[in-house]
């Protein structure tokens, strides 16, 4: 955890105030945030953001801590790395389970694409390994259950992780949780927008299996679970199984006890379709833990006295804890959005508005300039002169377009117009009606439609 550089990182994303930089990979920045108690926050920019309140009603104030992450600036004019960021957004979103951190806010389609998430406290499973050393079995089958539950929550949506690690999971004061869906995947290698090309090879090498390295598109579940057991081969050993890319021949089993290799040695083959299921890993993790004499409550103590003892928790910045955001960034973030413009950068004085919002107020000040004798009921002038205007003036070429016996064309001005009278017309004719123009929708709730339709395209009756 890092402070935020004031020349690189921003100060405000979305309705979140940055308080510190936690980290880069390929393809995203992470930052630890909070959100900023913003007040008249309009419908429109709520639904863009995706606001999801959160349980917490004002408990410990690491709890209203997120994650915010960001698409590296490097490739902000790569469609397809928006694509993959967004499609991130939406796996996070579909997966609801104690091992997954939920997802609070988003705008994958702003000019900078974000999304925030609950922030855990707690080192990764890779830092904890090599700072103090690999698991006992307590810790180890602990860690092992959480994990089977993590994948069980994330198959069961249709979603594959593709990148499971021992540095994307984090040992938190309730247990361990999953991050990073990069490399998430739908149905993809089903749809013609597939963004994962038959051949690509994406993921981690020492953790990911043969065929993962051969075809990243076409994998399926047992991928994961060849992920799950090299996450737990490096708990025990403090290495992957494998140093640089998995192999057909079997790992070298140093530092793997008697009483874990059954299990390691049924997850960690080549061959996808000899692997056992998260159920069958997970008989075997209970197992583990009958033989210790331990219940998983016990077994997850142990893991949370083992990480409390470590001292590797994140320190946070002493703002972080501090009552209220800070006044400055709040009270910019207020403006933005009484101006009606996205607090992404409430200091932008020539900012135009969030997706072009009007400004309601200025137009009523304007109605109420123009009321005054010959402009009753607040009449708001018009831009265009219905006639010619006054004074001499050069003479202006017909157009091509106008017919014989037509007016001069509208002159521009800028002096208050008179309201218009009613043109007398025949009592006999009816009244003519305005057509009437349909409104466009809110550009957000156009965006929030264009993605059910697309996740909803294979179903026929919608």
């Not at 090599?130 to 959480?146: I, R, T, V």
Request: aromatic share 4%.
């Amino acid at each position: 955890m890092k402070p935020l550089d004031i020349d690189a990182d921003p100060r405000v994303v979305g309705p979140f105030e940055l308080l510190a930089r936690l980290g880069a990979g390929g393809m995203g920045v992470a930052y630890l945030a909070r959100g900023i108690p913003l007040e008249g926050l309009p419908d429109e920019m709520a639904a863009a953001y995706r606001l999801v309140e959160s349980d917490d009603d004002g408990g410990a104030d690491s709890a209203r801590l997120v994650v915010v992450k960001m698409i590296q600036p490097h490739l902000l004019d790569e469609p397809q790395a928006r694509e993959r960021f967004a499609r991130e957004v939406d796996a996070i979103r579909a997966v609801v389970s104690d091992r997954v951190p939920a997802l609070r806010a988003a705008d994958p389609e702003a000019a900078e694409p974000w999304f925030a998430m609950d922030y855990v406290a707690g080192p990764s499973l890779h830092t904890l390994v090599k700072e103090s050393g690999p698991l006992d079995a307590g810790p180890y089958a602990a860690l092992g259950l959480a994990l089977v539950d993590a994948l069980r929550a994330i198959h069961g949506t249709g979603l594959l992780h593709r990148d499971l690690k021992p540095s994307n999971v984090v040992l938190g004061p309730d247990g361990p949780v999953v991050l990073d869906f990069g490399l998430a995947v739908l149905t993809e290698r089903r749809s013609s927008q597939a963004l994962t090309r038959t051949g690509d090879r994406m993921g981690t090498r020492p953790y990911m299996p043969v065929e993962q390295l051969r075809d990243t598109k076409h994998v399926e579940e047992p991928a994961d679970v060849y992920a799950l057991g090299a996450t737990l081969f490096f708990a025990l050993t403090g290495r992957p199984p494998y140093p640089v890319m998995p192999l057909m021949s079997p790992p070298k089993w140093d530092g793997v006890g008697l009483d874990f290799l059954p299990l390691l040695a049924q997850v960690l083959v080549a061959s996808p379709s000899q692997r056992p299921r998260l159920d069958s890993v997970q008989e075997s993790l209970f197992t583990l833990l009958a033989d210790a004499g331990l219940t998983l409550e016990a077994a997850m103590e142990q893991l949370r006295a083992r990480v409390a003892a470590s001292g590797l928790t994140p320190q946070l910045p002493p703002h972080a804890l501090a009552d209220r955001a800070d006044p400055a960034v709040r009270e910019l973030a207020q403006k933005a959005v009484d101006e009606g413009a996205a607090p992404d950068a409430p200091w932008a004085e020539d900012d135009p508005g969030f997706y072009g919002l009007v400004d309601t107020d200025e137009i009523e000040r304007a109605a109420d300039a123009a009321e005054g004798p010959g402009r009753p009921g607040g009449y708001t002038p018009t831009l265009v002169d219905p006639g010619p205007a006054p004074g001499p003036a050069e003479p202006t070429p017909p157009s091509p377009l106008a017919e014989p016996g037509d007016g001069p064309p509208p002159v521009p001005t800028s002096y208050p117009l008179p309201a218009p009278r009613p043109e007398e017309r025949d009592a006999t004719e009816p009244e003519a009606t305005a057509p009437s123009v349909p409104q466009s929708p809110p550009r957000a709730a156009q965006r929030v439609a264009d993605r059910l339709r697309e996740r909803y395209a294979h179903r026929g009756d919608l």
